[in-house]
């Protein structure tokens, strides 16, 4: 129970470095703190409900295909981390959303879709449900709301580290799923 709570920890970590990427990047623009909060908020309920949807996905596929369920979510992992390291290296001008209104709901699905495919993969290994999401939120939440704080003080380059950082620990999940020891 305890690994598979720091697991679960580490992978909530690794997707909420993705947020906290984003959010340093949005913490550039002159947002008030009452902004922020609804940023982080929104991005940590959709973080709750897509790796929810995920892994209800994941463990119908699982009893479909007991067979090659966990090589498929170790699979899926290991597309993700890549996926996560090699947009880090992109350089995007200003977002083509404003996180307001409609558009923070854009933006967190946006933020959130990785979560869905890590759900997916947990559903699949057969992950526990609430733990897993309410970790999944809490950290995306937070990270979310340290990387707008942080991004009014620092410059862009902190961003790019975090979300290669999650797409590494991503990646690293992936093949322990494919190799196991």
Excluded at 158 to 178: D, P, R
Aim: net charge positive; aromatic share 16%; charged share 10%.
């Amino acid at each position: 129970m305890i690994g598979e709570l720091m697991t679960l920890c580490m992978m909530a970590f690794a997707l909420g470095m993705d947020a906290f990427s984003v959010g340093l990047g949005m913490g550039f623009f002159r947002l008030r703190l009452k902004q922020m909060f609804y940023i982080g908020f929104t991005i940590g309920v959709f973080h709750i409900v897509m790796p929810l949807l995920g892994m209800m996905v994941g463990r119908f596929l699982s009893e479909q295909f007991s067979g090659i369920a966990s090589y498929i979510g170790g699979a899926l992992l290991l597309i993700l981390g890549v996926q996560m390291i090699v947009t880090s290296f992109k350089r995007e001008s200003d977002p083509l959303i404003s996180p307001v209104g409609i558009g923070l709901l854009f933006f967190a699905l946006s933020v959130s879709l990785d979560s869905f495919s890590v759900g997916l993969s947990l559903g699949i290994y057969g992950a526990r449900t609430l733990v897993t999401i309410f970790l999944f939120g809490f950290f995306s939440m937070w990270l979310t709301w340290l990387g707008l704080l942080l991004g009014r003080r620092f410059q862009k380059w902190l961003g790019i580290y975090g979300e290669m950082l999650g797409g590494s620990i991503l990646f690293m999940f992936g093949i322990k799923l494919l190799f196991p020891i």
